[in-house]
């Protein structure tokens, strides 16, 4: 058996059935409708060739402007998945660079805070050699005379390759990657580029650590199929808020592929019923809860080849970047975004929206890890998805072609 069964044949559908229910198959006939396998979840190897075959050679998001506190700021992010860790820098001038956060004295980690305002100069805590915040040059060095340097100009800090788009940060492995970030976004960045992002503000940052494979993870949140089932959370905190047919089955509306990217949408029922605190809430400060945002849809999931999502939800943005620290290990790092309160009453409905949606996610966790114990035992060595999962099928296409041509 192949990971992906990419025969593009799709059986015909029987007379009695809903065609509408099957137009994924059939307007992407690439993605071939047989099963997954379980190996590529939890086998070392398959997990090696990620990290070698797509996230040492392709652009991989490592935040956004939001997460400076400052002009002058920096954070650090530490990517087990490439063995790294990066110092981020946004200068006086807006400019922003990463770094490996690494001292070219002996090759201590430089900076062990996780973000602040940019001092003049990044000392290291070993022996005190200082790096211009500025250029990341080398700055000083306690007692000097002591060394032989052959180069002094070559020990600054070694940049990373760094672009971003539309406040997202980027960086790049490769010294001249194969192609640009924008060309890596591609028609992803096309339908995006004139989204106002400024208007949401990032409100809120959860780190999640899980102990399961990290496109468990992602593919458990590439569909809503499971939101009318999954009790008692999902269904009773989000039954409604997307659309279902009359038999109570969530409904994409739209699916699209965008290069290596893609984007799932659905829309609202009409009879939706929120929580009786969010009814209150919504009639005290109605402004805020209309749609001021160009969205075609309520609700939209793009993922952003390999691992961000940037998603819309009413009047919200959240993002998630799914970090692999081993086959069975992942960072699941949530931020979600509103727009800046303008009273009290909406900082207190965006809480409650803060704490329906940690709740939520908090039920997905459970169930990410659970997803592993099953998938680890072997029981079974395939599984299989249905048309409302079409945007899985989708990113272990993508997966599975770059790892064999290169992104
Ligand atoms: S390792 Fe940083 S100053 Fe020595
Ligand atoms: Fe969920």
Redesign the pocket.
């Known amino acids: 058996m192949t990971d992906l069964d990419d025969r593009p044949s799709v059986p015909a559908p029987e007379p009695d059935v809903d065609h509408a229910t099957r137009r994924w198959a059939q307007r992407f006939p690439e993605l071939g409708t047989g099963p997954i396998s379980t190996d590529r979840f939890i086998s070392p190897e398959f997990h090696e060739r990620e990290r070698e075959q797509v996230f040492r050679r392709t652009w991989i998001n490592v935040g956004s402007v939001q997460d400076f506190q400052a002009d002058a700021a920096f954070f650090v992010r530490d990517v087990d998945v490439l063995d790294v860790s990066l110092l981020v820098v946004r200068d006086q001038d807006g400019r922003i660079q990463a770094y490996h956060n690494v001292?070219a004295?002996?090759?201590?980690k430089l900076i062990w805070e996780r973000e602040g305002a940019c001092p003049r100069m990044f000392t290291?805590r070993?022996?005190?050699?200082a790096y211009g915040s500025k250029d990341g040059a080398l700055d000083f060095v306690p007692d000097e005379d002591q060394f032989y340097f052959p180069d002094r100009g070559g020990l600054g800090l070694t940049p990373v390759t760094t672009d971003t788009w539309n406040g997202f940060i980027f960086i790049h492995m490769m010294d001249e990657p194969p192609v640009t970030l924008r060309d890596h976004l591609g028609p992803l960045a096309d339908r995006l580029d004139d989204f106002p992002f400024e208007r949401l503000s990032l409100q809120y940052r959860y780190d999640v650590p899980e102990k399961n494979n990290w496109k468990i993870a992602i593919d458990a949140q590439n569909e809503i199929y499971h939101v009318p089932m999954l009790a008692p959370l999902h269904r009773f905190l989000s039954g409604g808020a997307f659309h279902t047919n009359e038999d109570g089955y969530t409904r994409i509306a739209d699916f699209q592929r965008l290069g290596l990217h893609s984007v799932y949408t659905s829309a609202s029922d009409s009879d939706f019923q929120d929580t009786a605190s969010g009814v209150a809430h919504a009639a005290a400060h109605p402004r805020f809860g209309e749609l001021m945002l160009p969205l075609e849809t309520p609700f939209a999931f793009h993922v952003v080849f390999p691992n961000l999502v940037i998603a819309f939800f009413n009047n919200s943005m959240f993002t998630y970047n799914f970090w692999p620290a081993a086959v069975d290990r992942t960072t699941w790092e949530i931020r979600l975004h509103y727009p800046e309160p303008a009273n009290l009453g909406e900082r207190v409905l965006i809480e409650q929206a803060k704490c329906r949606f940690r709740d939520l996610l908090c039920e997905d966790q459970a169930g990410h890890q659970a997803l592993h114990v099953g998938l680890k035992s072997q029981a079974r060595d395939a599984f299989v998805l249905g048309e409302q999962e079409v945007q899985i099928r989708a990113f272990h296409k993508t997966l599975d072609d770059v790892m064999q041509r290169g992104a």
């Open positions: 001292c004295h002996r090759g201590n290291c070993f022996h005190g050699w």
